[in-house]
């Protein structure tokens, strides 16, 4: 690689990393001041709102950020041409969205205070969806530093000011709309920073180019599609079929899993746009990025699941407490899970990056279903300990096929 592909890409995981160790401290010790104060069963519900909102998101983008972000990242210059469009849609887009959650939750056995918590997290998201096409804006202009500090402004918000209003109120609902505020704040702050990367923001509502934009980003939606799929339905189908409390114990174990994932969530947006351009100008130095990034991902995923299994019982309880001891036996069938969720980070965005959406589109396609009737009839028969033992073996299949399409296509050898 170029010595100056090199220093962009430290520098802007420099900015993710730091962005990724603050936020993960402060989110965990939101979750755990909210183990402690509500035990599982509060864990569960406050699992349930926002999984659930987050899988009826599935109609609030089609495709269209990732596709633009992609396209930018190849020539800046199709900022400005492509954003007034894909505003246009991305307004119109979560705003059906929302309708779609509103309609769906008013059917939902739950509460009715749950009820008015999913619908205020509806709103919100669809400011978060708009939001985020100025995400994508910066990561294809390769700038991560101002998602970094939104993010950790965010996270300062729910530990300090969500916390102490957990703290005092000892209730799920002034806890989530303190957190929702936070979110806003959040929103704001990337449209705002995102803004500097156009000369003016136009948003265009011209369904016939819309059409345009969709017959391009569609297989980007169906990943979008399955990857939400894949990684809410356990949660929400646990909900549904053991309750709370069963949810708030696995919510618990993947919560400590999820600590892990920071390392491709530096990895991936850091590496995608380059990947985007060196596919266009230099494949050979794209093999070797896309090597030494799957070494370094595939080594601490494995060092990863020996650590979380060994010490699974310790940190349970130093996280969570002696309430919480039901979690140990899924983080350990979790920790298998670590090493193929870094593979399948990277493997995902080098097939998007390079144009072979539509292959990863199947395999995310094949997991997702595989994932839902995995998790249907384990949890039927294990509970918690089957949706853990799901997310296993989807995250195993989706590592083999996307590595076997990668030496298929002669553009992955090995790590």
Known sequence: MTESLKLRLIKNAGWLFGAEVISKLLAYGVIVILSRTLGPEGLGQYSFIFYYVGLLGIFSDLGV?????????????KAEELLPDVLGLKIALALINFGIIVALTLQLPKPEWMKVLIVLAGAEAVLGWIAYVFVNMMYAHEVTKYEAIARTIERIWAFFIGGTVL??????????ITLLIGY??????????GKRFVRE???HFEPQKWLSLLKKSYPFWFIGLFTLIYYRTDMVMLSLMRGDYETGIYRAAYTLIEVSLF?????????????????????????ILLKKSSRILSGLGVLGTIGYYVFARWGTILVFGEGFLASVPMLRILAFAVPFMFLNSLFGSFLNATGRELTFTKITG??????VVLNYFLI??????GAAMATVVSQGIASVLSFRVGIKNGKYNGA
């Open 366 to 371: 094949f997991t997702a279903l595989l994932n």
């Open 184 to 193: 806003v704040l959040r929103e704001l702050l990337r449209i705002k920073w």
């Open 380 to 385: 039927l028969n294990y509970g918690a300990r």
């Open 65 to 77: 950020g990732y596709y633009f972000m992609r396209e930018v990242a190849r020539d800046r210059s």
């Open 201 to 203: 923001i136009r948003i």
């Open 167 to 176: 703290y005092v109120c000892r209730s799920l609902s002034p806890f989530i």
């Open 263 to 287: 390392v491709p969530n530096i990895v991936v947006p850091t590496t995608m746009p380059s990947m985007a351009r060196l596919w266009q100008e230099d494949r050979k130095t794209l093999e």
